[in-house]
Antibody, heavy 119, light 112 residues
Framework: QVQLVQSGAEVKKPGASVKVSCKVSGYTVSDLSVHWVRQAPEKGLEWMGGFDPEDGEIVYAQKFQGRVTMTEDTSTDTSYMELSSLRSDDTAVYYC????????????WGQGTMVTVSS | DIVMTQSPLSLPVTPGEPASISCRSSQSLLHTNGYNFLHWYLQKPGQSPQLLIYVGSNRASGVPDRFSGSGSGTHFTLKISRVEAEDVGVYYCMQALQTPFTFGPGTKVDIK
């Protein structure tokens, strides 16, 4: 059974970067398609990007191009999402989620990481 | 980008009664493999979203059979046959036909 455990809450100043981790257990991260979705306070869900198994590459939402980097460390089965040049409107809960090849949907979610951007 | 809309945005429900949520997409979600890449999620208060229905009509593992999904192309419906108190939360539809994956605005379901 795949489980995702994310890193703890972060408080950052505008202009800084944040790196959120997503530890995979029960599976090997390189065999999974991990994506990132965020949710601003009292708002809806917004897809940021993730691994496209058809292309073998990470695909990013255009909105975040140039500011976001998604990587993985196969030695620790951990996926990372780094967002730079933070602004106040980046304040949100950031979720990692696995795109299942049997469902073609996000069928496993992490618990979320709150990132607060404030001066 | 594919735009997703939902109605209603707020749905007060009575336990034991049925409920229905509509989701529309700005273009067809029918894949060449014959499946509609439309999924439904429920986000209970204070929790991460959870998958309810995938590819339009398939219940995810562990999802009670009072939940059902239907529709094709650009119009989809989530139905709860008899609402229970534990079903409160925000329901989102999401398209996974093409990136960027996009979500509907959410429908908040609460008890009357």
């Amino acid at each position: 059974q795949v489980q995702l455990v994310q890193s703890g809450a972060e408080v950052k100043k505008p202009g800084a970067s944040v790196k959120v981790s997503c530890k995979v257990s029960g599976y090997t991260v390189s065999d999974l398609s991990v994506h990132w979705v965020r949710q601003a306070p009292e708002k809806g869900l917004e897809w940021m990007g993730g691994f496209d198994p058809e292309d073998g590459e990470i695909v990013y939402a255009q909105k975040f191009q140039g500011r976001v980097t998604m990587t993985e460390d196969t030695s620790t089965d951990t996926s990372y999402m780094e967002l730079s040049s933070l602004r106040s409107d980046d304040t949100a809960v950031y979720y990692c989620a696995v795109f299942g090849d049997g469902t073609d949907a996000f069928d496993i979610w992490g618990q979320g990481t709150m990132v607060t951007v404030s001066s | 980008d594919i735009v997703m809309t939902q109605s209603p945005l707020s749905l007060p429900v009575t336990p034991g009664e049925p409920a229905s949520i509509s989701c529309r997409s700005s273009q067809s979600l029918l894949h060449t493999n014959g499946y509609n890449f439309l999924h439904w999620y429920l986000q209970k208060p204070g929790q991460s979203p959870q998958l309810l229905i995938y590819v339009g009509s398939n219940r995810a593992s562990g999802v009670p059979d009072r939940f059902s999904g239907s529709g094709s192309g650009t119009h989809f419906t989530l139905k709860i046959s008899r609402v229970e108190a534990e079903d409160v939360g925000v329901y989102y539809c999401m398209q996974a036909l093409q990136t960027p994956f996009t979500f509907g605005p959410g429908t908040k379901v609460d008890i009357k």
